[in-house]
């Protein structure tokens, strides 16, 4: 018994304190994410992603689809570029939405693949996280050239929370969404954009 008490008494504060600071930390996350987003425009109507589709094949351990994504910033040029292979038989983009007092600030946010057309819940949580392609240095590329710095910093911090980085609950300011792309066909470019209005749109190029 004397032996729990002292466990109780030595380890008590040091967990009240890490739940203090993180308490700090996500108000700070909401707060910044939510100041930021006050005092910049909307970042659509834009173009996010450019895409190619290869095809899929067949093997011992499953099915895999293969593809390249360019990440493409406010002027229409290349960020980067993925192409690799990922499990399943067709391709998804998931999305994370940030709307606030009418405008909304859009972050791909995930690629993955999946088996069927209806997918399962799980295969949403694999794949490819892109938040890391665009967001370097505490700056957020998808503004493209022409943008200030104060700009990116700060679509930086809605970024950052919008696609769960700072794991953080986003107290219902995050809306996530995926983009089905088993309707493009192999070797053939499309482009996911969104308009004004938040909707998305895939089309051929």
Same mark, same amino acid.
């Given at each position: 018994?004397?032996?729990t008490?002292?466990?109780?008494k030595l380890?008590?504060?040091l967990?009240?304190?890490? #739940?203090?600071?993180?308490?700090?930390?996500?108000?700070?996350?909401v707060l #910044?994410?939510?100041?930021?987003? #006050?005092?910049l425009?909307?970042?659509?109507?834009?173009?996010f992603?450019r895409i190619?589709?290869?095809g899929?094949?067949s093997?011992s351990e499953?099915?895999?689809?293969?593809g390249?994504?360019?990440?493409?910033d406010?002027?229409?040029n290349?960020i980067?570029v993925?192409?690799r292979s990922?499990?399943?038989?067709?391709l998804?983009?998931e999305?994370? $939405?940030?709307?606030?007092?009418?405008?909304?600030?859009?972050f791909?946010?995930?690629?993955?693949?999946?088996?069927?057309?209806?997918?399962? $819940?799980r295969?949403?949580s694999?794949?490819t996280?892109?938040?890391?392609?665009?967001?370097?240095?505490?700056?957020?590329m998808?503004?493209?050239?022409?943008?200030?710095?104060a700009s $990116?910093?700060?679509?930086?911090?809605i #970024?950052?929370f919008?696609?769960g980085k700072?794991?953080?609950?986003?107290?219902?300011?995050?809306?996530?969404?995926?983009?089905d792309?088993?309707g493009? $066909?192999?070797?053939?470019?499309y482009s996911?954009s969104?308009?004004e209005s938040g909707a998305?749109?895939?089309?051929?190029?």
């Amino acid at each position: 018994m004397k032996k729990t008490n002292y466990f109780i008494k030595l380890f008590s504060p040091l967990i009240t304190l890490v #739940a203090l600071i993180y308490i700090i930390f996500t108000c700070w996350s909401v707060l #910044a994410c939510w100041n930021a987003a #006050a005092s910049l425009k909307a970042n659509i109507p834009q173009e996010f992603l450019r895409i190619k589709i290869y095809g899929s094949s067949s093997d011992s351990e499953g099915n895999t689809v293969s593809g390249t994504f360019s990440i493409i910033d406010s002027n229409g040029n290349e960020i980067a570029v993925i192409e690799r292979s990922w499990s399943g038989s067709y391709l998804a983009v998931e999305f994370a $939405r940030v709307g606030t007092e009418g405008k909304y600030f859009v972050f791909p946010s995930r690629i993955y693949g999946k088996n069927r057309i209806i997918e399962e $819940r799980r295969e949403r949580s694999h794949g490819t996280l892109l938040e890391k392609y665009y967001d370097d240095y505490g700056q957020c590329m998808l503004l493209g050239y022409g943008s200030t710095l104060a700009s $990116r910093k700060k679509l930086y911090r809605i #970024a950052a929370f919008a696609t769960g980085k700072y794991l953080v609950p986003s107290f219902g300011l995050v809306t996530r969404f995926s983009i089905d792309l088993s309707g493009c $066909r192999p070797d053939r470019y499309y482009s996911i954009s969104f308009s004004e209005s938040g909707a998305y749109i895939v089309e051929e190029l």
